[in-house]
């Protein structure tokens, strides 16, 4: 069995454990700083993703279709492959692609808001918002418009 959780899976306890537990029996855990959505597949012959990654509380679709279920592994296999192995430290450093950091300057380059950037990254708003002030410091930005902008010439999105 092979997991990817958020790198925020780190101060949520039940979750943490349930990591620890799971790789106690075996199984391989690693983890992302955001997921493009939830996803479940099965021996590779079926998926589970949600009706609306947006809001995986409104459903979910069990395909069993060979293409789609191929498509959806071929997501999973790029993201396990970006991931930190559980007990390792999670990429924190804007130079690093798969870091957090670098994750909330993506989401923010998309146009997404601070509540729904927080939300993909599984960390409380107050927590993006630290993030911003440190990488508005880091990158020397007096706005966020100009933490864009350096974050651009920076090549970080």
Known sequence: MRSVYLDSI???PGTLEHARWLTGRGAEVRTVPA???RLWIKD???AMVPIDPADSAAGAVLLRQPGAVTAFLALFEAVWASAVPFGEAPRRSLED???Q???L???LALGYTDEAAARRLGISLRSERRLI???MERLDARSRFQLGQRAVENGYV
Do not use: D, V
Request: hydrophobic share 35%; no cysteine; proline share 14%.
């Open 101 to 103: 950091p670098r994750e």
């Open 133 to 135: 002030s440190e990488l």
């Open 105 to 107: 300057l993506r989401l």
């Open 10 to 12: 780190r101060n949520a």
């Open 35 to 37: 997921l493009p959505m």
């Open 44 to 46: 590779r012959e079926l």
């Open 97 to 99: 692609p798969g870091s």
